[in-house]
C-alpha cells in the first residue's frame, strides 16, 4: 500500500489538529488541496504566510488586527460610549455577523478560573476599566457565555465598574425558532426570568 510523501503526510498532521478536523478531513482537504495546487493550494500558502507575516492582537481591544490597532478601533463612528466584553475573538466576530452592535469591543482572552490560574490582570480588566474614562463610555456590554465561569467573570466585571457606568448583559433564554420539548431546564429558566410584557 501507498504512502503519500512526507511533506504531504507533515501536512495532513497539521491539518488534522485544527478544530473541526479529524486525521480523516485532514486527509481529504489536503487531497483536494494537492490536486488542485494552483487554484487553492498555492493561493492558500501565500494568504496562510501573509497572515503569519502581519497578524498581531489590537493594542486596545484584543480583536485580530494587521496593524496596532484594529479597523473597529480606528473606526471614530464607533466610538459612540458602548463596550461590548467578549471572551474570545472568535465571539466578537460572532456578534459583528449580526450588524447589531455599533460601539467597540474588549476581548478577555478567557475567563477567571481559580482553577486553571486566570486572574484579572491576565485578562486585561485594569485595562477595561482604564478604558471606561479614556473614551467616555457609557454603558458595558457583558457578553460571556452563559457557563459558570462565565457567569463569575461577568459579576467580578459588574462589581469592578459598579458605581462608574451602566453594566447589562446579554438577554438569554428561547432562541429565535426554538421549541420548548428541545431546550435544556437552564435555557427555560433563564427565559422565564427575563419574561417581558407582550
Avoid at 90 to 111: I, K, N, P
Wanted: aromatic share 2%.
Amino acid at each position: 500500500m501507498s504512502r503519500p510523501p512526507s511533506s504531504i503526510e507533515a501536512l495532513i498532521e497539521l491539518m488534522a489538529r485544527l478544530p473541526g478536523l479529524g486525521p480523516r478531513s485532514a486527509r481529504r482537504v489536503v487531497l483536494h488541496l494537492v490536486r488542485r495546487r494552483g487554484q487553492s493550494l498555492v493561493p492558500l500558502a501565500d494568504a496562510l504566510q501573509a497572515v503569519a507575516a502581519t497578524a498581531r492582537d489590537c493594542v486596545t481591544c484584543g480583536n485580530i488586527a494587521t496593524e496596532d490597532e484594529c479597523d473597529i478601533c480606528r473606526d471614530p463612528r464607533r466610538a459612540n460610549g458602548l463596550i461590548c466584553v467578549v471572551e474570545d475573538v472568535a465571539d466578537l466576530w460572532a456578534m459583528e455577523r449580526t450588524q447589531a452592535f455599533a460601539g467597540r469591543y474588549h476581548v478577555l482572552g478567557g475567563t477567571l478560573s481559580a482553577l486553571d490560574a486566570v486572574g484579572p490582570e491576565d485578562l486585561g480588566l485594569p485595562r477595561l476599566a482604564a478604558r471606561i474614562g479614556a473614551e467616555g463610555i457609557t454603558e458595558v456590554i457583558l457578553a460571556l457565555n452563559a457557563t459558570l465561569d462565565g457567569q463569575t467573570t461577568a459579576h467580578y466585571i459588574a462589581d469592578l465598574l459598579a458605581g462608574r457606568v451602566r453594566v447589562t448583559t446579554l438577554a438569554q433564554g428561547v432562541p429565535v425558532g426554538g421549541e420548548l420539548d428541545y431546550l435544556d431546564d437552564g435555557t427555560i429558566g433563564a427565559a422565564l426570568r427575563a419574561r417581558k410584557p407582550v
